[in-house]
C-alpha cells in the first residue's frame, strides 16, 4: 500500500468553525490531489497540488484553502464549516503525469 | 470539459455470474482510464488502468475493461463474479498537464448468493 496517512479520520465539528484536514505522505509523489465524496456524486475534486507551494482549484472548490509546505504534507482548511460540508475527505497523491492515483484511507467530516 | 458517466447506480448479480460494469467518458484528447474499487469505509484501490496499447487490460482479482475509442467507452468485467467482489466501483479518466482525475458517480454491486 501507498504510504498515505490521513488525520484525523473521523471530526465532528461545529458550524462556523475552522477545520484543518492533514495529508501526509511517504512515497515522495510529486502530485497531491484533495476529493470529497458524496452520495450520488462520486468523487470530487477540492484542489490540487504539483509541487511545494504549487497548488490549484478544483471543481468544488469554494470554502476550502489548501497549503503545500512540504513535499510529503497536504492540508486542506474549511475555512468556517458548514453543513453543506458533511462529507468524506480523500487525499490521493501520484507520482507523474499519466500515473495512477493512490488513495488515503478518507476523513469522515461531520458539521453540525 | 471531461467527464465520466456510469448509468448503473446499482447492479445486483448472482455469485458465479458474469459481471459488467458500463463507463463512457468525454475527453477531448487520448484518454488515461481508470478502474477503482471501494469497500466500505475504506479507500480507493487501483483494479486496472488504460494507458494505450492493447485495449483490452487485465487487472487484480480477475477484473479485466476494454476500452473502445469509437464509443468513448470502459467497460470493466468479470466472467465469473464472487461474494467479495461486493463494492461500489468507480470509472476515473486522468487528464491534463496536471494528472486530474474524473471519476464517475459508481456503480454500486450486490452479490446474490
Known amino acids: 500500500d501507498a504510504g498515505i496517512t490521513q488525520s484525523p479520520r473521523h471530526k465532528v465539528t461545529e458550524t462556523g468553525t475552522p477545520v484543518t484536514l492533514r495529508c501526509h505522505q511517504t512515497e515522495n509523489h510529486r502530485y497531491m490531489y484533495w476529493y470529497r465524496q458524496d452520495p450520488g456524486h462520486g468523487l470530487r475534486l477540492i484542489h490540487y497540488?504539483?509541487?511545494?507551494?504549487?497548488?490549484d482549484k478544483g471543481e468544488v472548490s469554494d470554502g476550502y484553502s489548501v497549503s503545500r509546505s512540504k513535499t510529503e504534507d497536504f492540508l486542506l482548511t474549511l475555512e468556517s464549516a458548514t453543513s453543506s460540508q458533511t462529507s468524506v475527505y480523500f487525499c490521493?497523491?501520484?507520482?507523474?503525469?499519466?500515473?495512477?492515483?493512490?488513495f488515503g484511507q478518507g476523513t469522515r467530516l461531520t458539521v453540525v | 470539459a471531461q467527464s465520466v458517466t456510469q448509468p448503473d447506480i446499482h447492479i445486483t448479480v448472482s455469485e458465479g455470474a458474469s459481471l459488467e460494469l458500463r463507463c463512457n467518458y468525454s475527453?477531448?484528447?487520448?484518454?488515461?482510464l481508470f478502474w477503482y474499487v471501494q469497500s466500505p469505509g475504506q479507500g480507493l484501490q487501483l483494479l486496472l488502468k488504460y494507458f494505450s496499447g492493447d485495449t483490452l487490460v487485465q487487472g487484480i482479482k480477475g477484473f479485466e475493461a476494454e476500452f473502445k475509442r469509437s464509443q468513448s467507452s470502459f467497460n470493466l468485467r468479470k466472467p465469473s463474479v464472487h461474494w467479495s467482489d461486493a463494492a461500489e466501483y468507480f470509472c476515473a479518466v486522468g487528464a491534463g498537464n496536471f494528472n486530474k482525475f474524473y471519476f464517475g458517480s459508481g456503480t454500486k454491486l450486490n452479490v446474490k448468493p
Open positions: 497540488s504539483y509541487g511545494v507551494k504549487d497548488t
Open positions: 475527453y477531448g484528447a487520448t484518454p488515461y
Open positions: 490521493a497523491i501520484s507520482e507523474s503525469v499519466n500515473g495512477e492515483a493512490f
